[in-house]
């Protein structure tokens, strides 16, 4: 990265009375997916000059990303390259004062707790009712205010959901929420579920939506300005953009229930130095038990369990994956024979661990073949109670996003 960052945005952005040079360049923002929105928010993120960046999407660049994706090449979909990874770059050669951080993966098994827990501000930039409960209950958990955005064909909305305040969850109509309980019995969820829902979107829509939603991004990370009543946020507020018949409009939109799953905030998390995602399961038992005090330990498997046995139900048949449960549908994919058996219809049992404690059958495999992300939180029971500690020694990995 080139340091010099003196320079960008200060003949311009210190004309605006609001705006702090300083506080934009340390800020650190998560932007979940990299489609048509996130193109349009990274974009604006980068031009105002946000020092760090971090991109997260699983799929692939296609043909049709590239009528409404301002970062993308046709090149791009010829060799199939990750959104994410060309997102980070193409911004970077916007500005090249930014740090960016690229994970071509999913929002909740592939990206840690510890690095929502660093971030100022999250942009949902996603396509689906499953990824943006995901996002809301992991934003919660990290206790961070969360920017959605929706577009489809000329319309869209921009929402802010902060706990205490606002939630996405609650907001569901009925007919979500039956969804909801119908494809969703974890926190985690396939690339199968993430897709489900997805609708037609133009670079209008995503234009306009996505500025609302750098907007408001803008205003959380001048935290002491918003705190004097300089902005008013979107927090239980709906912005709601017609384009056919042109219209702008401001809803209140804020709903919030008592009893909701999503209302969890993990807090007073234990950051432990010598405790990383490569290390094995024996370890960081052993660790754990020692930093906590504690001679019982069982780390809940909250996004993703463990599967190491798949059974055919019509003949017995076992096969071995070794995978987290949301690296399943892509093993049964991989294999002529596997494919053949209807996994979704029943055809095959899975063995799975919810917990991992000293029974644990695979003591020498490490926490990230488990399925658990670098730099994640780790929810703990012990006879004390529930505990929560960091893998605070993948923390190196992302050093150069907090220098």
Known sequence: MNTNNTTWGKDVFSL????????????????????????????????????????????????????????????????????AAVAAERIREINPYINT??????????VGLGLYRRMDVVLGCLDSLMARILLNRLSFRAGKTWIDGGIGDLEGQVNGFRLNENCYECSLTDEEQSDLEARMSCAGVS?????????????????????????????????????NGEFTPLIGKMFHYEGLHPATSILDFASYNDN?????????????????????VKEALQIIKSELNVDSVEINMRNDKFVDILEARSDNQKYYPMLPESKIPEYIAASEELSTRSFME????????????????????????????????????????????????????FKHLFS
């Not at 399925?371 to 990995?397: C, H, M, N």
């Open 260 to 280: 909701c799953p999503s209302h969890e905030h993990w807090e007073n998390i234990v950051e432990i130095s010598c405790l990383g995602a490569d290390t094995t």
């Open 101 to 110: 951080y690229a994970i071509c993966g999913n929002l909740a098994t592939d």
């Open 346 to 397: 029943g055809a095959l049992y899975q063995r799975v661990f919810e917990n991992i404690d000293d029974e644990f059958p695979y003591p020498d495999l490490t926490l990230k073949q488990l399925g658990i992300p670098y730099w994640d939180v780790l929810q703990i029971s012990t006879e004390k109670g529930y505990a929560y500690v960091e893998l605070f020694a993948d923390a190196e990995r």
């Open 191 to 227: 690339h199968e579920n993430e897709s489900f829902g997805r609708v037609a979107t133009t670079p209008v829509s995503a234009s306009i939506i996505a500025a609302v939603q750098v907007q408001e991004a803008m205003k959380v990370i001048h935290e002491s300005e918003l705190k």
């Open 16 to 83: 605006l009375s609001w705006f702090k040079i300083d506080t934009v360049k340390n800020a650190k923002v998560l932007v979940v997916g990299a489609g048509a929105l996130g193109n349009e928010a990274l974009k604006n993120l980068a031009l105002f000059g946000v020092g760090n960046i971090v991109v997260v999407d699983f799929d692939k660049i296609e043909y049709s990303n590239l009528t409404r994706s301002v970062l993308f090449r046709e090149k791009d979909a010829e060799q199939g390259n990750y959104k």
